[in-house]
């Protein structure tokens, strides 16, 4: 499956930055992206990043804190998976 994403300008100066994880609220369907982590300086620029590599649920899902959360992943914590998206078809 060839998918082509996006690319998202941002700033790339070496500012402080978190690794954020973002989940949608409603599930999936085929095609759309339930969660993605990204490293960014701000929940905002987390968001923008995710807007950049949506599938067919469109960008605004992940820009709105009422369709996605938008969460930092602690560097500190018990070994174990960080994030497993499976959906059979």
Known sequence: ???Q?????IDES???TKLYILVRRDGADYDE?????????SPRQA???ASGVHGGEGPSI????KTSSCDVLKPD???GIIIVDYKAG
């Open 1 to 3: 499956m060839d998918k």
């Open 62 to 65: 992940w820009m709105s804190t």
């Open 14 to 16: 070496l500012e402080d």
């Open 33 to 41: 992206t339930r969660a993605v982590v990204v490293r960014a300086s």
């Open 5 to 9: 994403l996006k690319k998202v300008t």
């Open 47 to 49: 968001r923008k990043l």
């Open 77 to 79: 914590g018990k070994s």
